[in-house]
């Protein structure tokens, strides 16, 4: 592995963390194929967005006041979540916006900071990974990642370079499938009837994969598959992107 | 059309019964029971889901059209931030403007002092009835319980609202009042409650509306409408609609009353230009609506009209919204419902669930901030935070950004609230101490493995995949999650296990 690759702290998120590692691994995988040099620092834990999203503005600050020192000598900061990466981008600096040295803190982690296939594309110049998988895949947009990031063109292009894959794109397919962080749990009835329209709407398009880059969207749109017991299978962008059937 | 007299209805409007609202109340809290009402309601979930798609489409079909349509956005929120900004100037220069040009201008603070104005000019009429044109503002004044008290009848004349007074119901939607309604669903009321020969057709079912309400036009005394807009330049309110009922009520009475938030105002004449172009393609798809009332001042000589035109300019909570930097955002809302067709939450609760007049995204603002927190406390909450919303607005809101700030604002006001049933802790404890792990990433490592033997201990007697999926979960907040989907056990080795494998490679 060459030595003159970037040096990429991985942020790993805690859902992937204690839910989903292997969607980690495989970001590092794919990261390395690309001759990035990958590290982990194991005093991470959680971007702070439960707390920020459910209005506990305090509490987030303090959760994500440790962030801001985690990743001092990293070239960039890579997340395979759309919606940590918009925590940390977009709403970190709202967040201390009256906190002049902390803003100053989390405007130079923002500027290094990235989604993963937003990070392959723009960054990296990459769209052809070197994966295969001979499977019919729609993509989900989570919607962080879209609205907040404006990321939309990125994870498919990715996709498109997969041999084999057959990309088919969802009727409506912009529409959020209902996770919504802490949405979820108090609203679980919207929560789950959008999930279903979702995964209605990915049966419909005839997918075998549900692919998305939010372990969120994916706990939530596998749990609702699950629960029905339907044949639809869910899968992080980066574990795709690692396949080579 | 043949055979058409035979079915004409012979009724007289005033022989209508409108079924009276009970005593009506901000119902917001209400929304948890609301939404699974909506949501095992498969009549309305269809409903809902064909009109705010095809809403939703004919918006995105039409915004193209026009070359520059983002620019005009850009514009469009500027002018409002101006007003906003300078509302005291402007208001003042739209009154001075409406009374040179022969109005009368009436400034109600509240809900309460609005009806009291407006009933005093029934009063001076001395009429018993009253025509409406299409107005939410009335709605959240509760005009029409205001003049039912006083004996005086108020006839809805939009179709919708014609059809949701027949019903006695709140509007379900800003702009298309009646969107949970399907024509199977008219047809049943107006056979119920106008003309026994049910019909489907939707031409007769308008004519049936139409018969009623002409005969009501040709008499009134007094018409009530809303603005969309009140332009201070020249003390002009402007109307657009789609069926002419607005231009009806606001021109064939003998008085006209506009009744007016005090948002409403745009600077100059010329900005309806930026504006017109924006809220029909927005709300509608439509270039412009069928019809654009533009009114000023009473009739002068030789000319047709009221006799008198009355503005009732409306604060109801819009002053103290002003004085919130942050919300202040919400009062450039030209309420054109793009908000309402664009949200998932929406399109699958529909209006009713939000408790009050004004639904959807904007509704879960104006809301809480008009009828207050501890009323509608829980709306802030009811959504994804997806962002569809801020995407449609015309006027480029931040609707997201607006729902965070009232959610914190709603936290701080709930300390020592009680947990809820099925949670061992209330929610800001519950926070507290998962800020105080995530802090700490020894207890946090900690908690995680002993969550993880826990799950080992209670899933080891079990067979198949229980041990990768969780069917229930004992305690809220999970137990919330696990009654409508399965949730992913946590995995064997976290990543930061796995990590020090792989990092070896």
């Known amino acids: 592995m060459g030595t003159q690759g970037p040096r990429v702290a991985l942020f790993i998120t805690c859902l992937a963390d204690q839910f989903f590692p292997q969607v980690g691994e495989c970001a590092v995988e794919v990261l390395r194929r690309q001759g990035v040099e990958v590290t982990f620092n194991p005093g991470q834990t959680c971007c702070g967005q439960p707390a920020f999203n459910t209005g506990f503005t305090v509490e987030a600050r303090e959760v994500a006041t440790r962030v801001l020192d985690l990743f001092g000598d990293a070239d960039y900061v890579v997340a395979p979540s759309g919606s940590c990466s918009s925590m940390v981008r977009v709403f970190y600096p709202e967040l201390f916006a009256h906190d002049s040295s902390r803003l100053k803190k989390a405007e130079q982690l923002q500027s290094r900071f990235f989604e993963f296939s937003e990070f392959l594309v723009k960054v990296l110049g990459v769209e052809d990974v070197g994966a295969s998988f001979p499977h019919r895949v729609a993509y989900h947009d989570s919607c962080h990642l879209l609205r907040e990031l404006h990321i939309e063109e990125e994870p498919r292009r990715l996709l498109r370079g997969v041999r084999g894959i057959e990309l088919v794109e969802m009727e409506d397919y912009r529409l959020c499938c209902g996770f919504g962080g802490t949405f979820s749990v108090k609203f679980p009835e919207v929560s789950v009837a959008m999930g279903q329209d979702k995964v209605q709407a990915a049966t419909r398009a005839g997918a075998e994969y549900l692919v998305a880059n939010d372990a969120g969207c994916l706990m939530h749109l596998a749990g609702v598959i699950h629960r029905q017991s339907l044949g639809l299978k869910t899968l992080h962008l980066a574990e795709l992107l690692a396949r080579r059937e | ?505």
């Not at chain 2, 104005?117 to 939410?136: N, P, Q, Y």
């Not at chain 2, 029409?144 to 007074?165: K, P, W, Y």
């Not at chain 2, 793009?338 to 939000?354: E, F, M, Q, S, T």
């Not at chain 2, 009811?382 to 995407?391: D, T, W």
């Open chain 2, 1 to 505: 059309m043949n055979g058409e007299s035979e079915h004409t209805p012979k009724f007289l409007i005033s022989s209508l019964d409108f079924k009276r609202m009970s005593e009506v109340e901000v119902q917001s809290n209400e929304i948890h029971e609301r939404a699974k009402q909506a949501l095992a309601n498969a009549h309305l979930q269809e409903a809902l889901r064909s009109s705010t798609l095809r809403l939703y489409t004919k918006r995105l079909e039409a915004v193209p059209q026009v070359a520059g349509f983002e620019r005009l956005r850009d514009r469009a929120r500027e002018i409002k931030r101006e007003v906003m900004d300078h509302l005291d100037f402007y208001l003042e220069q739209f009154a001075n403007n409406v009374e040179r040009r022969g109005g009368k201008v009436h400034w109600a603070a509240t809900a309460e002092e609005a009806c009291a104005i407006i009933l005093g000019i029934a009063s001076d009429v001395g009429t018993r009835e009253v025509v409406k044109a299409k107005t939410m503002v009335s709605e959240e004044i509760e005009l029409n319980h205001a003049l039912e008290a006083a004996s005086i009848r108020a006839v809805e004349t939009d179709l919708g609202e014609f059809i949701l007074q027949l019903a006695g119901e709140r509007p379900a939607h800003i702009v298309a009042p009646a969107i949970h309604k399907t024509r199977a669903d008219v047809a049943d009321l107006f056979a119920a409650r106008i003309d026994p020969v049910r019909t489907e057709e939707p031409e007769r079912l308008t004519a049936i509306a139409r018969q009623a309400l002409r005969a009501m036009f040709a008499r009134a005394e007094m018409g009530v409408s809303g603005a969309n807009f009140a332009v201070a330049e020249t003390g002009t309110v402007v109307l657009i609609e789609n069926e002419g009922n607005i231009r009806f009520s606001t021109t064939a009475p003998r008085v006209h009353v506009a009744l007016v938030g005090i948002e409403k105002i745009i600077p100059r004449c010329g900005d309806l230009s930026v504006f017109l172009r924006l809220l029909a393609r927005s709300g509608t798809g439509q270039k412009l609506s069928s019809y654009t009332s533009i009114l000023t001042g009473p009739r002068r000589p030789g000319e047709d009209g009221p006799e008198a035109m009355h503005v009732v300019l409306l604060d109801n909570g819009r002053v103290a919204t002003l004085a919130d930097v942050k919300m202040r955002e919400m009062l450039y809302c030209i309420r054109c419902g793009a908000c309402l067709n664009a949200c998932p939450v929406y399109r699958k609760i529909g209006g009713h669930a939000y408790g009050w007049v004004y639904s959807g995204p904007i509704g879960a603002l104006v809301t809480p901030q008009f009828a207050g927190l501890e009323q509608a406390g829980e709306l802030p909450f009811a959504s994804s935070l997806c962002g569809a919303c801020r995407e449609v607005c015309p006027v480029r809101i931040n609707i997201p950004d607006l729902l965070l700030h009232l959610r914190s604002k709603a936290q701080r006001q709930s300390t020592g609230r009680k947990p809820a049933a099925d949670a061992p802790v209330n929610e800001r404890t519950s926070m507290h101490l998962w800020a105080w792990v995530v802090k700490r990433p020894r207890v946090y490592v900690l908690c995680a493995r002993l969550a993880r033997l826990a799950q080992r201990l209670l899933t080891s007697q079990r067979q198949g995949d229980i041990q990768k999926w969780i069917r229930r979960f004992p305690a809220a907040p999970a137990a919330r999650w696990t009654d409508g989907r399965d949730l992913p056990a946590l995995a064997p080795m976290s990543f930061r296990d796995r990590w020090k494998e792989i990092n070896g490679k």
